[in-house]
């Protein structure tokens, strides 16, 4: 038998995990913070480009490699959508955007992409946050947004 | 019960190599704090690279003191409960293969050779040593457990009335899900990564070794922590002066453990791109459900101490807590139980917050996790480690242990340089501060380009947190070897606290059976892996690279 204190202990932590995987949900799919997607691999995602598709529209081609980002200083207008599409030459690596809450890995041979907005104008750090040799502290970048 | 002399020696051995080594694990975590902070601003120290003590600090302390820790204790408390011993060709082959195992491991990775931390992350190339090191500890672990499965067989010939006690469960459980989960493991290291390291294969197909070692590597985290989880319901309750609130409950904890361990790796590649998010929202369901048994941890445990502190005549909500046996030195074990106990609360609640789908993205590879983490290993697991070798080792040797007091204070400081370290490395996470990183070099270097201010404050609060955790390792290191110098007073024993339950429950025969449990944790496992492989191969392709950490050029065009 189940007793009143323990059903009650059950009830609560429950509720609590279902409070949070509706927060999960909500912000996947109403505030639409998306997790990075896959694209398949294709050699050609391993040459770095920013691409200006449309007024407020870019993609951008990053490639990791042992210990810098290829491009290293990208500038874009106020406003935009940026698709980061992102790939490793070598080993593994990190990519991470702190303000924009960007984060994802480069894994030599598959190819993440995920899209943001930058509203605010500034500059945005980001850092390799994956272990990736004994240069890896210096792996760093900036997205200047005017 | 008493105990065969060769059973005691493997045993002490088993006690005694994972905790000298966890000396330099100590050491190089403790170094690590400093560079951090920019208290250095160098690449290495005495010999010894970040990158190279960062592999020592968790090969060391995740993985070889955690795996022989759990044999040790599984070897015990099996003996304990069965009054009878493992045959000898299991226990001493598999502390034979485990020491030579972590012997190579710990060699190589002195030398420099294996500073590849402990993910493995191809194609950053280790010595095939290192794998094969790896693989001889893990194996050695199989072998302990295939001795306790035939005794546990001839025990319930004798005795086919008895149940399985709770104690034996859970080291069952563990084991299962440890052998299940390592398979992959042992298939990656031994079949894909040491031909690839010899240079006898030049492919490696990188998103599909990941995939093979999280698979293996969140399990992990599980068996270090149900050790602990065994003692928390089966001696806890004993040691604290009261009852196990609800055996079945403890029982159905255990058994979710065992379905819902394994299939949830994939949360540590969320944000990798060659699986499908949708993959990851399952993993994520089962990430939460993988909290119930914890949450029904808190629960029976928390009644089983409310229990204790009333029958010494607590009265109103919170005057049980007061009640419990705390800093006193003829119960010491108690204050390694309940610090960890304290400490798992806030390492759990932030365990959710990385496996929750998007969110992850926030705390993905920033201070954040090891924060999380160090608030269960270096929370539960360890403190239980710690109390338990102590405790293990009086009885099996017969040596006094003379340092009483030190030993009872030891917990309350670590848990005090946990909470400080955790809290630094979760608040510089929330603001960015990579993991893994030597930051002493660059974002914490005034002098560097790259110097951040924003992370200063956080990583100095890590370090004084690091620095009274490193101060309670040495008391503990001493207290111990103290021990290990006396002589031996008693004769050797093997006995362990044993709790009785508060109430008679009625019998659930599905709690006593493990069967429909091990088909239902398999079911679970092909649910999310046989999906993920299948994305794998069809968003990855496997690539022609090898690669040293201070090299940035491929070794395998350089060889051809």
New interface residues.
């Given amino acids: 038998?189940v007793?009143k204190?323990?059903l009650r202990?059950i009830i609560s932590?429950g509720v609590l995990?279902s409070l949070?995987?509706f927060?999960?949900l909500y912000?996947?799919y109403s505030r639409k913070?998306?997790?990075?997607?896959?694209?398949?691999?294709e050699k050609t995602f391993e040459k770095s480009a920013v691409k200006k598709i449309d007024d407020g529209l870019y993609e951008i081609y990053l490639v990791a490699?042992?210990?810098t980002f290829d491009p290293e200083e990208i500038e874009i207008p106020a406003g935009s959508t940026v698709d980061f599409y992102?790939t490793s030459k070598?080993?593994?690596h990190?990519f991470?955007i702190?303000e924009e809450?960007?984060?994802?890995?480069a894994?030599?041979?598959?190819?993440?992409?995920i899209t943001t907005k930058f509203e605010e104008e500034g500059t945005y750090?980001f850092?390799?946050?994956?272990?990736?040799?004994?240069?890896?502290?210096?792996m760093?970048g900036k997205i200047i947004v005017k | 019960m008493m105990v065969s002399n060769q059973f005691k020696t493997t045993l002490l051995i088993g006690l005694t190599m994972p905790m000298s080594l966890f000396i330099l694990g100590v050491y190089n975590g403790v170094m690590q704090t400093l560079y951090r902070s920019g208290v250095l601003h160098q690449h290495a120290t005495a010999g010894i690279n970040y990158y190279q003590g960062l592999t020592m600090h968790g090969v060391i302390n995740a993985i070889v003191l955690t795996t022989f820790f759990a044999v040790v204790f599984g070897h015990y408390t099996i003996t304990n409960y069965l009054k009878k011993e493992p045959s000898k060709w299991s226990y001493m082959l598999s502390m034979i293969l485990m020491v030579i195992g972590s012997a190579i491991d710990l060699v190589v990775m002195v030398l420099g050779k294996a500073s590849a931390l402990y993910t493995f992350y191809a194609p950053l190339q280790a010595s095939a040593l290192f794998y094969i090191g790896t693989a001889m500890l893990i194996i050695g672990s199989w072998i302990a457990f295939a001795g306790w499965v035939k005794i546990w067989f001839e025990w319930k010939k004798e005795n086919p009335s008895l149940h399985m006690p709770i104690a034996i469960l859970g080291t069952f459980v563990n084991f299962t899900m440890w052998f299940m989960a390592s398979i992959p493991v042992i298939y990656e290291l031994l079949v894909l990564l040491t031909p690839w390291a010899l240079g006898l294969t030049n492919q490696v197909n990188v998103p599909m070794t990941r995939t093979l070692f999280w698979m293996f590597g969140h399990p992990l985290v599980y068996f270090w922590i149900l050790p602990a989880y065994v003692g928390y319901y089966t001696m806890l309750p004993k040691i604290a002066g009261g009852k196990l609130y609800s055996g079945n409950a403890a029982r159905l904890a255990l058994l979710l453990f065992l379905i819902l361990s394994t299939p949830v790796g994939v949360h540590h590649q969320f944000s990798e791109g060659g699986i499908a998010p949708s993959i990851k929202l399952w993993v994520s369901i089962l990430t939460f459900g993988v909290s119930i048994p914890s949450f029904m941890t808190a629960f029976t445990v928390g009644a089983s101490l409310e229990y204790a502190g009333r029958k010494r005549g607590a009265k109103g909500l919170f005057q049980w807590m007061s009640r419990l046996p705390w800093l006193r030195a003829d119960n010491y074990l108690f204050g390694y139980f309940i610090c960890g106990l304290i400490l798992f609360i806030f390492g759990g609640l932030s365990g959710i917050v990385n496996g929750s789908y998007t969110l992850n993205q926030l705390v993905h590879n920033t201070g954040w996790v090891p924060g999380h983490f160090h608030m269960t290993v270096a929370g539960p697991s360890i403190l239980f480690i710690l109390g338990l070798t102590l405790f293990m080792y009086q009885h099996l040797s017969g040596k006094p242990m003379t340092s009483k007091f030190t030993v009872t204070i030891i917990p309350y400081l670590w848990t005090v340089g946990v909470s400080l370290l955790s809290h630094g490395l979760m608040a510089g996470g929330l603001m960015g501060e990579p993991r893994r990183t030597n930051m002493g070099l660059t974002y914490t270097n005034p002098e560097s380009p790259l110097y951040n201010s924003h992370w200063v404050p956080s990583s100095t609060v890590t370090m004084v947190g690091g620095l009274i955790m490193g101060t309670a390792a040495l008391l503990y290191f001493i207290s111990f070897f103290k021990m290990l110098c006396n002589k031996a007073v008693e004769l050797p024993t093997i006995s362990m606290p044993e709790s009785e339950e508060l109430h008679n429950e009625r019998e659930i025969p599905l709690l006593l059976n493990m069967k429909p449990w091990i088909i239902l944790a398999v079911i679970l496992i092909g649910s999310t892996y046989i999906p993920s492989f299948k994305n794998v191969f069809k968003y990855g392709k496997p690539v022609e690279s090898k690669y040293h950490m201070d090299n940035p050029s491929n070794l395998i065009d350089n060889e051809k």
């Fill in positions: 038998m007793d204190y323990e202990a932590s995990l949070f995987f927060a999960v912000n996947s913070i998306d997790m990075p997607t896959c694209v398949p691999f490699h042992m210990w992102l070598d080993i593994v990190g991470h702190n809450g960007v984060n994802m890995m894994v030599p041979g598959t190819i993440n992409k750090r850092v390799c946050n994956e272990f990736c040799g004994t240069g890896h502290q210096n760093m």
